[in-house]
């Protein structure tokens, strides 16, 4: 068994670039909302010397006027459009396809008698035709060895041409000797510091290390790392969930539920749950995606699915904040009278909190915030959720995103789409 | 007949409910409140006849009147699947790197000579360059009476 791990390269700014061809190799990056802190950029700009991800734009003003590098503010629809079809894309490969975040999915390779390499290409190629999306491809014998597939194919570009199959145990062993142990995926910052105190440099040195050892000082979850890493797949994806870019949750119901205030009340939990994760890495969100779906094994009941994405005004870690806007995503695409199997929220477009613009304007962010800690203590010493919020009663107010510099939403608003207006071939 | 109304904020997928235009033996009162739940409503779904690709199906907007005599006309709304290969005789949407901007027109390849050709006297046909981005063969026009 073999696995492809599929991802968008420079992801948002690719999508807005499907629909400015003339664009696509000109540096280019998105900004959070209020135009703050660069969440996404290409690898055109990514390279500019001095540009840093992550950071407020206004520091880097000048290098971005200097380069005319073009800026975005984040339109959440398209991107979520767009992963959607990426994902349906795929698909047509196999129907074994675990979307991993808003960019990335794995597949499973059930194929036997192919060159994988030349299968990576084409599926390399479909994504592109069809969709105008570039990507790279790692292909290994497991997921964390896909991770590291990956790594390889965009760092060395001009050789692998975007694809790279780890398939014999020599490549393995060098692909796991150039990787750091800090790159590692899935690893952790504290972990890899440990390891590097103990002169662990890279993934390779991690896999000498016996089983018992890994076990008594990296917990299980290192110990099945390090069999993804020496070739036996046992690895569990929510188990890795990287912190990253997306923090998710979708908990399908112990039975049916049809009651909103049921469905409300697991959103605003999982919400809970997520930013509390969100806040321990020291991140904040820039949106929230929220579905809701029926059990369509049940097909004596009406089926239905439907998901929103939520843009915050302003990107935030709090738990009220961030409840309230989920909860007016659900309330946009609940219907009554359906027994629902599902609620899923995600928090996307993550980045530091340190870089936080805020908006004098938005009653958002950092007010709550010793509140908040003392809350994630409790929650942490006795059980998560112990100390739960109101969910009623919020303010009211709907706060317009400043969105000056966001393109239309080309695939799902029929006002917004692509306009081939004053066609430029006529006099 | 009535089209049902878009809410503010779902998506514009064509593959969903938002196609679907109400239809009944009973003539034009079907309701959709369910008050004739013993009557049989049946939906026309267009997106099966319009959207048969969804992921790479795209929607856009025309203007102009290059395409005119072609059944295309200003303020149409062309639907494109950006997965169809590129044939002789198709419409397309190709992104005029020289000019910085779309235009619809009919393909022709022939004897490796490629053209985009107007549907409208007054135009001439226009030799692709290299630089000229195919972005996607239109499958359908919608055109409001």
Redo the contacts between chains.
């Keep these: 068994m073999m696995y492809a791990l599929v991802d968008i390269n420079g992801a948002f700014v690719s999508m807005e670039m499907v629909f400015r061809?003339?664009d696509r190799n000109k540096p280019a990056i998105v900004l959070s909302n209020g135009d703050g802190c660069i969440i996404a950029a290409n690898k055109i700009a990514k390279n500019l010397p001095g540009f840093e991800m992550y950071t407020p734009a206004f520091q880097l003003d000048d290098i971005l006027k200097r380069n005319n590098v073009l800026r975005f503010s984040p339109n959440f629809?398209l991107y979520v459009?767009m992963s959607?079809?990426f994902i349906?894309?795929l698909n047509c490969f196999t129907d074994k396809v675990e979307m991993y975040s808003i960019d990335e999915a794995f597949l499973d390779l059930d194929i036997k008698n192919v060159d994988l390499l030349s299968y990576g290409y084409t599926i390399k190629d479909t994504i592109f035709?069809?969709?105008?999306l570039p990507v790279g491809i790692g292909i290994a014998p497991t997921k964390a060895l896909c991770k590291v597939a990956s790594r390889i194919a965009k760092k060395f570009v001009e050789r692998t041409n975007n694809v790279y199959v780890i398939d014999t145990e020599e490549k393995r062993i060098k692909a796991l000797k150039w990787l750091k142990i800090g790159d590692v995926w899935g690893i952790g910052s504290r972990y890899a510091k440990k390891l590097l105190d103990l002169g662990i440099k890279t993934a390779y040195q991690f896999t000498q290390l016996t089983d018992n050892w890994v076990l008594r000082n990296m917990t299980v979850v290192g110990l099945r790392l390090k069999h993804e890493l020496e070739g036996k797949s046992c690895l569990n994806l929510d188990e890795i969930k990287e912190s990253k870019k997306e923090i998710g949750t979708a908990k399908a119901f112990g039975s049916m539920i049809s009651d909103y205030e049921l469905v409300k009340e697991a959103t605003s939990s999982y919400i809970e749950y997520c930013a509390g994760k969100l806040r321990r890495q020291n991140s904040v969100a820039s949106a929230i995606l929220v579905h809701v779906e029926t059990n369509s094994f049940r097909t004596q009941d009406e089926q239905y699915y439907?998901?929103?994405i939520v843009t915050l005004p302003v990107a935030s870690s709090d738990t009220a904040y961030l409840v309230k806007n989920a909860i007016d995503g659900l309330n946009?695409?609940f219907k009554d009278g359906l027994k629902y199997k599902r609620v899923g929220v995600s928090l996307i477009g993550l980045f530091p909190d340190n870089c936080v613009q805020g908006n004098l304007f938005v009653d958002c962010n950092n007010k709550h915030s010793s509140i908040q800690k003392t809350i994630d203590r409790l929650n942490m010493k006795y059980e998560q959720g112990t100390i739960r919020l109101a969910t009623s009663g919020f303010n009211k107010q709907h706060w317009e995103s400043k969105a000056e510099l966001r393109s239309p939403r080309?695939?799902?608003?029929?006002n917004e789409?692509?306009?081939?207006?004053?066609?430029?071939?006529?006099? | 007949m009535q089209i049902e109304k878009k809410p503010a904020f779902t998506f514009f997928q064509a593959n969903s409910e938002k196609l679907l235009v109400p239809y009944s033996d009973g003539g034009l009162n079907a309701t959709f409140s369910g008050l004739f739940s013993d009557v049989a409503i049946e939906w026309i779904d267009l997106a099966p006849l319009l959207n048969t690709r969804p992921s790479s199906t795209f929607f856009c907007r025309v203007n102009g009147d290059s395409m005119k005599d072609e059944r295309l006309q200003d303020g149409d709304i062309v639907i494109v699947d950006k997965s169809l290969p590129l044939q002789d005789g198709k419409k397309v949407i190709v992104w005029i790197a020289q000019e910085n901007g779309w235009t619809v027109k009919r393909l022709s390849m022939k004897d490796g000579l490629v053209y985009l050709i107007p549907a409208n006297e007054k135009l001439k046909p226009y030799s692709v360059t290299a630089d000229d981005i195919f972005w996607g063969v239109v499958t359908w026009i919608l055109h409001k009476e």
Excluded: F, H, S, W
């Excluded at chain 1, 080309?410 to 029929?414: A, P």
């Excluded at chain 1, 789409?417 to 006099?427: A, S």
């Design positions: 061809p003339a629809e459009d959607r079809r349906k894309e035709k069809n969709l105008d439907n998901r929103t946009r695409i080309y695939t799902t608003r029929l789409i692509l306009n081939i207006g004053n066609d430029v071939l006529q006099l």
